[in-house]
C-alpha cells in the first residue's frame, strides 16, 4: 500500500511540474531517463542514464536499488517497479522510468489461449508478464502492441489455422502461444448494444 501511495505523490509531482510550463530563465530543456522502460528478470541489472546530472532513487520502498552512477538491481520480487531521476541543477525537474521485473522461468501465459474468428475479425490477447508479440504464419494477420501485456490481433482474409506467440521479454527462452481458427463459415458476431 505505501508503495502505490509514494508512486501516487511521485506522479502527482511530475505531472504538477509538467504543468508548470517553466517560468522563463529556468533552461526549458526536459528531463529525460534512457531506456524509459525496461524489462528484467529477479537480480537483473540495468544503467540508466539521464540527460543531465541527476540524484537517482527507486520510488517503492524493496523495489530494488540503484546507483549514483544510475546502475539498477532489480529486488528478488516480481513487479513493476519506477526509477526517479532529479536534476542536480533544477530540483523540481523530475524523470521518471518503469522496471518490469519478472521472476526467472515464469511461463507466459496467453488469453485467451485459442479463439475462432471471422475473416478479419479482431481479439486482444493478453499475457501474465511483459512479452515481444509475432505471427507465426507468413500472412497470419496482423498483430499491434496495445501495452506490454497486450495486444490486438486481426485475422487475415483466408480461412486457416493460425499462432500467436508472446515471447518473454526478460526470458527469450519462454513463450506462449494462442491457436486462432479463421473461418468464413462462422456467424457474424451480434451487432452491438
Not at 41 to 56: C, H, L, Q, Y
Amino acid at each position: 500500500m505505501a508503495k502505490y501511495i509514494s508512486l501516487a505523490i511521485i506522479l502527482a509531482f511530475g505531472l504538477m511540474i509538467a504543468g508548470c510550463g517553466g517560468g522563463g530563465g529556468g533552461g526549458g530543456s526536459s528531463l529525460t531517463i534512457s531506456p524509459s522502460s525496461v524489462t528484467l528478470n529477479i537480480g537483473g541489472t540495468k544503467t540508466f542514464t539521464a540527460s543531465e546530472p541527476v540524484d537517482w532513487r527507486v520510488a517503492e520502498i524493496n523495489g530494488g536499488t540503484i546507483t549514483t552512477g544510475g546502475v539498477y538491481t532489480a529486488p528478488n520480487v516480481a513487479g513493476t517497479y519506477h526509477i526517479v531521476a532529479t536534476s542536480k541543477a533544477n530540483p523540481s525537474k523530475v524523470a521518471i522510468a518503469t522496471v518490469f521485473v519478472a521472476a526467472s522461468g515464469t511461463s507466459v501465459i496467453i488469453d485467451p489461449s485459442s479463439v475462432a474468428l471471422r475473416p478479419g475479425g479482431k481479439v486482444t490477447f493478453y499475457s501474465n508478464i511483459p512479452v515481444n508479440w509475432r505471427i507465426q504464419e507468413t500472412n497470419g494477420g496482423t498483430i499491434v502492441p496495445l501495452s506490454e501485456t497486450s495486444a490486438e490481433y486481426t485475422a487475415p482474409s483466408r480461412n486457416g489455422d493460425y499462432h500467436v506467440i508472446g515471447t518473454s521479454k526478460a526470458d527469450p527462452t519462454k513463450s506462449g502461444t494462442a491457436n486462432i481458427f479463421v473461418d468464413s463459415d462462422l456467424p457474424p458476431p451480434p451487432p452491438p448494444g
